[in-house]
């Protein structure tokens, strides 16, 4: 697993950070959800189902894309860099549409 760079995070790895930045999340959503009204609870946890859908949604794309990658690498011990752009552009179309 790859540790994170920044001075910050130095020494962490990043799934570490990750536990961290979304337990962060969850407690301030159910503070700001705490004080608002209805229509602002709704907005809120609509927003952050939102987000949690393309999370998952993001994470799938991207093991989809190293799954494919890692198939080309086996049969081929190389990955022309115009093989390797196309496999990721496949695989975030499927995600994101059309990419420029």
């Not at 503070?31 to 709704?42: G, I, S, Y």
Request: charged share 30%; proline share 1%.
């Amino acid at each position: 697993m790859k540790k994170i760079a920044t001075p910050f995070h130095a020494g962490w790895f990043l799934s570490t950070a990750e536990v961290a930045s979304t337990f962060m999340e969850d407690f301030i959503l159910k503070r700001l959800l705490e004080n608002a009204d209805e229509e602002t609870q709704l907005a809120l946890m609509m927003s952050q189902l939102n987000d949690e859908v393309s999370t998952i949604m993001r994470q799938v794309a991207c093991y989809k894309f190293e799954h494919e990658l890692h198939k080309e690498f086996r049969k081929k011990v190389i990955c022309q860099r115009k093989k390797f752009g196309k496999i990721f552009m496949k695989n975030m179309f499927k995600l994101y549409g059309r990419i420029r």
